[in-house]
Nanobody, 122 residues
């Protein structure tokens, strides 16, 4: 069993910055990748960014390129999403998810964090 705990959400003004964290704990042999998605009520959930744990290759949605940076600290089983130049359209609940190889049987399973609210307004 694996748990993902998110933190760092909050309310900021347009042009401001936030840094989200996602800490994985539990029966972890090795994280395979971590991703961030976001969702607005009444809208479909959309992909934001992802990172491979081994090697650190990244992928970004077009609407966050140049503004958001995804990273990870492998020693801490923690992923980060640095969000700069935020605008009101970035307002959403942000979720982290990770594919994790388990120590119990070395199977690989997907886990989701609880979500954290990001609000951008003046």
């Amino acid at each position: 069993q694996v748990q993902l705990v998110e933190s760092g959400g909050g309310s900021v003004q347009p042009g401001g910055s936030l840094r989200l964290s996602c800490v994985a704990s539990g029966d972890i042999s090795e994280i395979q990748f971590m991703a961030w998605t976001r969702q607005v009520p009444g809208k479909e959930r959309e992909f934001v960014a992802s990172i491979l744990w081994s090697g650190g290759a990244t992928d970004y949605a077009e609407f966050v390129k140049g503004r958001f940076t995804i990273s990870r600290d492998t020693a801490k089983n923690t992923g980060y999403l640095q969000m700069n130049s935020l605008n009101p359209e970035d307002t959403a609940v942000y979720y982290c998810n990770a594919n994790v190889e388990l120590t119990s049987d070395y199977s690989r399973r997907d886990y989701w964090g609880q979500g954290t609210q990001v609000t951008v307004s003046s």
